[in-house]
């Protein structure tokens, strides 16, 4: 089962400094650093552990994981998990395609602070699906967690990379919670991958501008 790849800050850290602190203007991949420019779509970052909810169509199975394999879920996620993602749902909605979900297991007992987005209990909230090797698009991500009745990360601004990260140093109300956000996610309003076949796809934290 693929987990899902690692999002790069959008700038590089410098690695002298313990706190691994962002080089400012100095791009982690060139590609940012081209399209910075060019609009980007800005999704809140949920600060929770990472899920993946893998559905089989052939064997009828529901598989549930962190970002890897042997990463630990807590037993009382795992089962709000499985009411969330039973098979039957699965098998009604989708008995001919496989796919599998990507999103944060988030509230409380999950990081510091979880009990600000639900204070008591816990839940998934989804940011992509892959389908064999494809990754879905924003419409069509949009479209299964409706079938499947879950929420999805909030889309919160369009702009540029720049526009992104003043906004995340300034710091923004949580759609999700009742906190500053954690960050954003940002990838051009036209998807795109570089030359390796890898998403372009970013991040940033408040936290990295906050002393």
């Not at 991949?29 to 980007?40: I, Q, T």
Request: with cysteine.
């Amino acid at each position: 089962m693929n987990k899902y790849p690692k999002i790069q800050t959008v700038f590089l850290r410098d690695p002298d400094n313990k706190y691994r602190t962002l080089l400012e203007g100095q791009f982690a991949r060139p590609e940012f650093e081209y399209l910075a420019h060019n609009e980007w779509e800005f999704t809140e970052k949920i600060d929770g552990t990472n899920i993946r909810v893998s559905w089989d169509c052939k064997t009828d199975k529901v598989a549930l994981n962190g970002r890897t394999d042997n990463a630990s879920i807590p037993a009382f996620l795992v089962a709000r998990l499985m009411e969330m993602f039973p098979v039957e749902k699965f098998a009604h909605l989708y008995p001919e395609t496989s796919m599998t979900l990507y999103g944060e297991g988030y509230g409380a007992r999950i990081q510091k602070g979880g009990g600000n987005y639900i204070s008591d209990g816990v839940g998934f909230i989804l940011f992509d699906v892959q389908i064999g090797d494809n990754w879905l698009d924003r419409e069509n991500v949009q479209d299964i967690a409706n079938f499947l009745e879950v929420d999805t990360v909030p889309v919160v601004g369009q702009g540029t990379l720049f526009d992104a990260i003043e906004m995340v140093r300034d710091g923004f109300q949580s759609h999700v919670g009742i906190q500053i956000a954690e960050g954003l996610v940002m990838r051009p309003v036209i998807e795109l991958i570089d030359r390796r076949g890898r998403r372009i796809i970013t991040k940033i934290k408040h936290k990295d501008f906050v002393g």
